[in-house]
């Protein structure tokens, strides 16, 4: 009997690793005696380990259809999108870390557009709330580069100070 499991439950066990194989013998995953669970690897330093070949590495789906993919078919850069598997829909990704709507990073896929604070970003990035920028802001259409002085904004461009 396993501790805190009842008569009907169904229950294994093993007094080291737990292991899974397809294929024959070929091992998929493993439970070691931590907990620790590892997918096409002998879990490490992580809880859960994942290490595949393939491109489509993780899908997770609600019942809303709306979801998280994590894929690797980028060669810089994994991918984190939001997509339902079983609608075969993109939807937009609320980052966040508390339970109001919009509190953190919000990417509306559809517009291609970035909000911080709000869910109803309105440019490439909208932020709701003030802002602290430590180097300066520059825009492209200008040689020129916008600095805080400590009371105002600096416009610069060829060394000379415009308006502040």
């Not at 590892?38 to 997770?60: E, N």
């Not at 400590?150 to 060829?158: E, F, Q, R």
């Amino acid at each position: 009997m396993i501790a805190n499991s009842a008569v009907n439950d169904f229950a294994i066990r093993s007094q080291t690793n737990m292991l899974f194989a397809t294929g024959g013998n070929t091992e998929r995953m493993r439970i070691d005696s931590s907990g620790k669970i590892g997918i096409g690897k002998t879990p490490s330093t992580w809880a859960f380990d994942v290490d595949t070949g393939l491109i489509y590495i993780a899908s997770f789906d609600g019942a809303n259809n709306t979801g998280v993919v994590i894929n690797s078919n980028n060669a810089t850069a994994a991918q984190i999108m939001g997509y339902s598997n079983s609608a075969s829909t993109y939807n937009d990704l609320d980052i966040r870390a508390n339970a109001t709507a919009g509190s953190g990073v919000y990417v509306d896929g559809s517009a291609s557009t970035v909000g911080i604070g709000t869910t109803t970003p309105l440019q490439k990035l909208t932020v709701n709330g003030a802002t602290f920028i430590t180097g300066a802001l520059t825009s492209p259409g200008s040689a020129g580069s916008y600095t805080y002085n400590g009371t105002a904004v600096d416009y610069h461009s060829d060394g000379a100070r415009y308006w502040s």
